[in-house]
Nanobody, 121 residues
């Protein structure tokens, strides 16, 4: 069994910062791409940022220059540093990891439980 556990959401004022963390645990054979998505009320889930095992990064245009994604392959974690937060960044943020459990024959995509980020004065 494998799972993703997220932490770090909360309430912040416009212009503030938050750091989200996601840890993969369990019987894991390998991890490929790790990333973060978000879903605001009434909207579809959208990609925020991704980072493959190589370390190169991919960001949505609306977070470029404000958010930074990073990963620690020794700890199976992925973080999202969010700076200059704005009210439009308010959403539930989901960790997304492509990994292969030891018990599985194929690679699978896993989602975290989601963590609420609210940007408001």
């Amino acid at each position: 069994q494998v799972e993703l556990v997220e932490s770090g959401g909360g309430l912040v004022q416009p212009g503030g910062s938050l750091r989200l963390s996601c840890a993969a645990s369990g019987s894991i054979f390998g991890i490929n791409t790790m990333g973060w998505y978000r879903q605001a009320p009434g909207k579809e889930r959208e990609l925020v940022a991704q980072i493959p095992r190589s370390g190169s990064t991919n960001y949505a245009d609306f977070v470029k220059g404000r958010f930074t994604i990073s990963r620690d392959n020794t700890k199976n974690t992925v973080d999202l540093q969010m700076d200059s937060l704005q009210p439009e960044d308010t959403a539930v943020y989901y960790c997304n990891v492509r990994m292969k459990p030891r018990f599985a024959a194929t690679w699978r995509t896993y989602w975290g439980q989601g963590t609420q980020v609210t940007v408001s004065s």
